[in-house]
């Protein structure tokens, strides 16, 4: 009887070993609508929501001229400067990659400020800005330019009412513009630059930290930016 026990018992404890595994539960799903903020995404941070300018500071010298039309920024109407202040309010960079999808509509001009300050007034006086300015526009410094310090000159190296690729890169002392991937300004700040002889009425022009700002440039002026990301080096 003993025997019939002990083998009744080994053969339960042989049916338990074989017994299946039950299943993992299957990982936590994100939830509906969310996806990887651009934080997790190799360390590129988003910089425009595509519904309102949260995180954007205006300065309201024209009013009206930054406003969100179908999830992009539509920047016309008159002189005024948008500054990214970032979740805190309190952005700065000092190395970074750039990157937005711009598009200029005939005859329009705007620009990208690096390096810059809030300032209520005016063109900003600190940093440097890197040019947005369609073929028929007539400044003739051209997107993908770094302003007054190394142009492109007389021919915008993409056509109007197109979306095309916008990058900057800062690292030291050295400033990359990209368009559609291709190189358009590569240049290295000097060893005691000093941009009060070296350029005229542009005495804050030189590398220091600070934020990017998008200009609107003037009321016959129509330019969109979208997908803007910022990712520090």
């Known amino acids: 009887?003993?025997?019939?026990?002990?083998?009744?018992?080994?053969?339960?404890?042989?049916?338990?070993?074989?017994?299946?595994?039950?299943?993992?539960?299957?990982?936590?799903?994100?939830?509906?609508?969310?996806?990887?903020?651009?934080?997790?995404?190799?360390?590129?941070?988003?910089?425009?929501?595509?519904?309102?300018?949260?995180?954007?500071?205006?300065?309201?010298?024209?009013?009206?001229?930054?406003?969100?039309?179908?999830?992009?920024?539509?920047?016309?109407?008159?002189?005024?400067?948008?500054?990214?202040?970032?979740?805190?309010?309190?952005?700065?960079f000092k190395n970074f990659e750039f990157k937005a999808k711009v598009k200029h509509m005939p005859g329009s001009n705007s620009g990208l400020y690096i390096h810059t300050q809030f300032q209520e007034t005016g063109w900003p006086d600190a940093g440097y800005e890197c040019q947005v300015n369609s073929t028929g526009h007539k400044d003739p410094k051209k997107t993908g330019g770094l302003y007054a310090v190394k142009d492109v000159l007389d021919t915008a190296p993409v056509g109007d009412d197109e979306w095309f690729d916008y990058s900057i890169k800062v690292e030291g002392k050295h400033i990359v513009i990209s368009i559609n991937g291709k190189v358009t300004t590569d240049w290295t700040e000097p060893e005691g630059w000093d941009p009060a002889t070296a350029l005229k009425n542009m005495a804050g022009r030189k590398l220091s930290e600070g934020t990017i700002a998008i200009q609107a440039h003037d009321p016959k002026s129509v330019v969109y930016y979208k997908d803007l990301m910022i990712r520090p080096l």
């Not at 002990?6 to 595994?21: F, G, H, R, V």
């Not at 988003?46 to 205006?58: A, E, I, P, Q, S």
């Not at 406003?67 to 002189?79: H, W, Y």
């Open 1 to 92: 009887m003993k025997s019939i026990q002990l083998s009744t018992l080994a053969a339960l404890a042989l049916l338990s070993a074989c017994k299946p595994a039950a299943p993992e539960a299957p990982p936590a799903e994100m939830p509906q609508g969310k996806a990887p903020s651009a934080e997790t995404q190799k360390g590129w941070i988003t910089m425009f929501n595509g519904k309102d300018l949260t995180g954007w500071k205006d300065n309201g010298e024209t009013p009206g001229s930054f406003t969100v039309e179908d999830g992009v920024i539509k920047v016309g109407n008159g002189r005024a400067h948008l500054f990214y202040a970032g979740i805190d309010g309190n952005a700065s």
